[in-house]
């Protein structure tokens, strides 16, 4: 019997995890700039949520992607690793690139788990664990880009057993006419797609 809504991202065992959400991803320092362009309405999204889930106690972990500046533990395998790579801007640990986005507020109970490597956040990151060792059950996941990190994230996560819900306000990609595409046939068979004012009013 399929779950409702209240009843899949209810505290007690939901988490808002947010996905490359950071400076040098959605924000003017963006690696991808044609992806920037289509996340404005994103970051207002994603901090009205985080906002709701720290009122109702529940968890919000913000998951950065970072990369040396000597490429050491990165990719190379992949053509978009290639790109990145060679981008003028840097992910490095603990500068403002990596940073979570300006706009979205980060509480001192958050919890932000980065990652050297992989294309998306459950990749040795710790954060299965994590979730698990915190009652999550249900994934409510946000950011970018529904053609690869969010697509990636989702998967693992329903291979990891958890269920996930996607606010379509909260999440980008590029092309949008394929994130459009991407949303209907791909995300639809393995998530649960909702908006952010449904989630909100769950959790208000």
Same mark, same amino acid.
């Given at each position: 019997?399929?779950?409702?809504?209240?009843?899949?991202?209810?505290?007690? /065992?939901?988490?808002?995890?947010?996905?490359?959400?950071?400076?040098?991803?959605?924000?003017?320092?963006?690696?991808?700039?044609?992806?920037?362009? /289509?996340?404005?309405?994103?970051?207002?999204a994603v901090d009205?949520?985080?906002?709701?889930?720290?009122?109702?106690?529940?968890?919000?972990? /913000?998951?950065?992607?970072? $990369?040396?500046?000597?490429?050491?533990?990165?990719?190379?395998?992949? $053509?978009?690793?290639?790109?990145?790579?060679?981008?003028?801007?840097?992910?490095?640990?603990?500068?403002?690139?990596?940073?979570?986005?300006?706009?979205? %507020?980060?509480?001192?109970?958050?919890?932000?788990?980065? $990652?050297? /490597?992989?294309?998306?956040?459950?990749?040795?990151?710790?954060?299965?664990?994590?979730? $698990?060792?915190?009652?999550?059950? %249900?994934?409510?996941g946000v950011g #970018?880009?529904?053609?690869?990190?969010?697509?990636?994230?989702?998967?693992?996560?329903?291979?990891?057993?958890?269920?996930?819900?996607?606010?379509?306000?909260? #999440?980008?990609?590029?092309?949008?006419?394929?994130?459009?595409?991407?949303?209907?046939? %791909?995300?639809?068979?393995?998530? %649960?797609?909702?908006?952010?004012?449904?989630?909100?009013?769950?959790?208000?």
């Open positions: 019997m399929a779950l409702s809504l209240a009843e899949l991202i209810a505290p007690g /065992h939901t988490a808002l995890i947010t996905q490359e959400c950071q400076n040098g991803v959605i924000g003017e320092q963006a690696v991808f700039p044609a992806l920037t362009a /289509h996340t404005k309405d994103l970051i207002p009205r949520l985080a906002k709701a889930a720290r009122k109702v106690e529940i968890p919000v972990v /913000h998951c950065l992607a970072v $990369r040396r500046p000597d490429g050491l533990g990165a990719n190379t395998n992949a $053509r978009m690793f290639g790109a990145a790579a060679k981008a003028s801007v840097l992910l490095a640990p603990g500068s403002d690139a990596a940073a979570v986005a300006d706009g979205i %507020t980060v509480d001192p109970l958050d919890l932000v788990l980065s $990652r050297y /490597h992989g294309l998306g956040p459950m990749a040795d990151t710790g954060l299965a664990a994590t979730l $698990r060792n915190m009652g999550v059950r %249900t994934i409510v #970018v880009s529904l053609n690869v990190g969010m697509l990636n994230f989702a998967m693992d996560a329903v291979n990891a057993g958890f269920q996930f819900v996607l606010p379509r306000e909260a #999440v980008a990609g590029f092309p949008p006419e394929y994130a459009e595409m991407v949303l209907a046939n %791909t995300f639809n068979a393995i998530t %649960t797609i909702t908006t952010v004012d449904a989630v909100l009013d769950v959790w208000s």
